[in-house]
């Protein structure tokens, strides 16, 4: 192969590799994916992904050995791995036995022999080192500059992908309900089947983004972010929030602020999951046609988890009595989201919406305890929380 076409073999894999690494939310399985995949792309023998544990400070692989999948750990700033995550900086070695970073634990272990290592850092969006990539034994040769490039392009294209799945392994069953609690809790002063409107609004907007073919772990974003939009209505004073009757114009003005409260709640969360949930808080009231508030953003400005959840908590807020109103008729809601395509909501989420909307219906008609926000809460268990 000429380097042109090497590169244009490379760039295709690329493609490839980032549609491949975006679908999958299994962390395990996501990193024999990355590690299958570079190496094809880099050409060589062998691909370790090192996660950083941030509890022990410590790194970790799952690497063959024998027949069986074993977990290494490697403390942080030992070895080359080691290195690499506590300077940040990206290795390019060409004969590992002749470094005296090296350590022979882990060819010990796999009976494997090193020869060439490339390893750079695994970064999230802030700039954190979260892990290690290791590309080892090119054939016959050391790795090259166009390699580091590479890696460090795949490394990038992996981290948030890599980020997610860790979000997903690590919100327990129980840290899940504690969120969909707190969402509970600050809503259920206006309505008294908060919990019931909080699990439509979850799925709903989960269906409508599958059905607009975003990729799953962005479906999962949406189903777990979106109960908390409403959640900066906990610092709206209940003469305003619990009005029987319509607001007046100052207490509109008022009640607007909850999408402000919402985000400065959310805002500054480490966590992925809760910085999407911070924008759905912040936005879900910006209207398509950029009329809506609080910052009157327009179009593609408004975040598409925010476009998505608007369309679920309006269809779903109609379709409830409300202190303020009574229920409307289904399909009355449904047309009314219609009407409202182009001006408060994004045609594509319409269209979306549109596409679903029988699978809504059967959920909306459940709605009585066999389908769950996040299993193990069911319906039963929300009344007895009141
Ligand atoms: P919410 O009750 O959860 O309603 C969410 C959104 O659904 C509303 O956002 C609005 O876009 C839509 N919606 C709900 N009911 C109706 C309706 O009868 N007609 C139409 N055309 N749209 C409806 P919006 O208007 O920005 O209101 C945000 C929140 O402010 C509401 O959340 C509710 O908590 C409160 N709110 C709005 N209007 C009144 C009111 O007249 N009285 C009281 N007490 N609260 C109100
Ligand atoms: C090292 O980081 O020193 C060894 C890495 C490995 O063998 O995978
Ligand atoms: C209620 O009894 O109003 C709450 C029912 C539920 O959300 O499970
Ligand atoms: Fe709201």
């Known amino acids: 192969m000429t380097r042109a076409e090497e ?35 880099l050409n060589c023998n062998r691909c370790s992904v090192f996660i950083l544990d941030r509890q022990t400070n410590e790194l970790w692989s799952k690497v063959a050995s024998g027949m069986q999948h074993t977990e290494i750990r ?28 090296f350590t022979h634990e882990i060819d010990r272990l796999t009976g494997y022999r090193s020869r060439s290592i490339l390893a750079v850092p695994l970064k999230n969006v802030s700039g954190h080192i979260i892990g290690v990539f290791e590309a080892m034994n090119k054939g016959g040769e050391p790795f090259n ?63 409508i983004a599958q059905g607009m073919g975003l990729p799953e772990r962005e479906v999962e974003n949406i189903r777990y972010a979106s109960p908390l939009h409403d959640i ?54 910006e209207r398509f046609d950029g009329s809506g508030y609080p910052a009157r953003l327009k ?46 909501f994004d045609p594509e989420v319409v269209g979306s919406f549109e596409k679903v909307y029988g699978e809504i219906l059967k959920l909306q008609a459940v709605g009585d305890g066999k389908t769950t926000i996040i299993p193990g809460i069911t319906k039963e268990m929300n009344r007895h929380s009141y």
């Open 7 to 41: 590169l244009e073999n490379r760039l295709r894999l690329l493609v490839n590799f980032g549609g491949v690494v975006s679908k999958e939310t299994n962390l395990s399985k996501l990193l024999e994916i990355i590690a299958e995949q570079v190496k094809t792309i």
């Open 74 to 101: 490697v403390p942080f700033g030992r070895g080359i791995v080691g290195h690499v995550a506590s300077s940040g900086q990206t290795l390019n070695i060409p004969d590992a036995y002749q470094d005296q970073r």
């Open 145 to 207: 500059v166009d390699d580091e490039g590479i890696l460090q392009l795949i490394s990038s294209l992996a981290a948030s992908g890599i980020e997610n799945a860790q979000l997903y392994e690590s919100l327990s069953k129980s840290q899940l309900e504690t969120i969909y609690r707190l969402a509970i809790t600050a809503e259920y002063r206006d309505q008294q089947d908060t919990a019931i409107h909080l699990r439509h609004i979850s799925e709903y907007s989960a269906l």
């Open 232 to 285: 900066g209505k906990v610092g709206i004073a209940d003469a305003i929030l619990l009005k029987p009757g319509k607001l007046t114009a100052d207490e509109f003005e008022e009640m607007k602020k909850h999408t402000l409260y919402g985000a400065k709640i959310l805002c500054n969360a480490e966590s992925s999951l809760l910085q999407i949930a911070c924008k759905v808080a912040g936005s879900h009231h």
């Open 299 to 344: 179009g593609e400005q408004i975040p598409i988890y925010a476009r998505i959840v608007s369309v679920a908590d309006v269809f779903d807020a109609l379709c409830m009595p409300r202190i303020y109103k009574p229920k409307w008729d289904t399909e009355k809601a449904r047309e009314y989201i219609f009407e409202e395509n182009g001006k408060a």
